[in-house]
């Protein structure tokens, strides 16, 4: 089984500041079938990247993506008080679709 | 619009079983792979099975594998889960998505194995 491990476990920021979040794979994710969600409280998750660096339909252009094989890079510029929130990666290349733990991005 | 309705959910004793049902619509239920994904309360999100768009192909994570048994109804645009063999380890919110990844996500139905 791929384990995702994110980092860091919280991040503190401001409204405007840039966020830099990380998923990190134990073994090469195959076709970078990595994707990463936002999920609220109370809320179920919404998809926001897929295949790596694609935005799902809808998601703002201040989220962005990268990475390949074993590392992977959630960026988020210019925050906005609604992006405060977990954020997980997921891995959908091979079975089982592992999750990442998640990471909370908090106001500071 | 996309809509994925989950139910099914409750109170049930370990060792019990509980099938639950997501009711899809707003899109053609047979052209997507469809998945379960739990989440323990407070906790992150689990993978838990999914299946093809004709059911010839299913999936499931070690931690449910022999005790749980995803299907789906392509004439009813339906997806179901059978759990059987429950354990307390098994209470979470338990959420229907559409894709591989999951672009489309349910409400989630909470189940909770508990005595």
């Known amino acids: 089984e791929i384990v995702l491990t994110q980092s860091p476990g919280t991040l503190s920021l401001s409204p405007g500041e840039r966020a830099t979040l990380s998923c990190r794979a134990s073994q090469s994710v195959s076709s970078n079938s990595l994707a990463w969600y936002q999920q609220k409280p109370g809320q179920a998750p919404r998809l926001l990247i897929y295949g790596a660096s694609s935005r799902a339909t809808g998601i703002p252009g201040r989220f962005s993506g990268s990475g390949s094989e074993t590392d992977f890079t959630l960026t988020i510029t210019s925050l906005e008080p609604e992006d405060f929130a977990v954020y997980f990666c997921q891995q959908y290349g091979r079975s089982p679709h592992t999750f990442g733990q998640g990471t909370k991005l908090d106001i500071k | 619009q996309v809509q994925l309705v989950e139910s099914g959910g409750g109170l049930v004793k370990p060792g019990g079983s509980l099938r639950l049902s997501c009711a899809a619509s707003g899109f053609t239920f047979s052209d997507y792979y469809m998945n379960w994904i739990r989440q323990a309360p407070g906790k992150g999100l689990e993978w838990v099975s999914y299946i093809s768009t004709t059911s010839s192909f299913t999936n499931y994570a070690d931690s449910v594998k022999g005790r749980f048994t995803i299907s789906r109804d392509n004439a009813k645009n339906s997806l179901y889960l059978q759990m059987n063999s429950l354990r307390a380890e098994d209470t979470a919110v338990y959420y229907c998505?559409?894709?591989?990844?999951?672009?489309?996500w349910g409400q989630g139905t909470l189940v909770t194995v508990s005595s």
């Open positions: 998505t559409r894709g591989l990844p999951s672009g489309y």
